[in-house]
Nanobody, 123 residues
């Protein structure tokens, strides 16, 4: 069982930066692949980024490649999403998720989910 709590969301102007954090409970955090997803009003939940248990492999959606960076600190049971050069279209609720296995982009592949944190980017 893993419980996930996101933080770090907020309001930022276009071109700005935010760093999201996802704190996990549970002794087995370091064995899970972690992902970030987002959902804008009226839209489907979409994949943003994921990182393997060791941090050795990452994957990004094309829309955020080069602007966002996912990382993890297993000693702190925390995964991060550094978001730079933010755009209004990045506005969404961002959620972290955990799964056993390799990196995956489908939300249905993830077992545990946080409640999400709102990110709003103004133009």
């Amino acid at each position: 069982q893993v419980q996930l709590v996101e933080s770090g969301g907020g309001f930022v102007q276009a071109g700005g930066s935010l760093r999201l954090s996802c704190a996990a409970s549970g002794r087995t955090f370091s064995s899970y692949t972690m992902g970030w997803f987002r959902q804008a009003p009226g839209k489907e939940r979409e994949f943003v980024a994921a990182v393997t248990w060791s941090g050795a492999r990452t994957s990004y959606a094309s829309s955020v490649q080069g602007r966002f960076t996912i990382s993890r600190d297993n000693a702190k049971n925390t995964v991060y999403l550094q978001m730079n050069s933010l755009k209004p279209e990045d506005t969404a609720v961002y959620s972290c998720a955990a799964r056993n296995g390799i990196v995956a982009e489908a939300p249905t592949a993830y077992t545990y989910w946080g409640q999400g944190t709102q990110v709003t980017v103004s133009s």
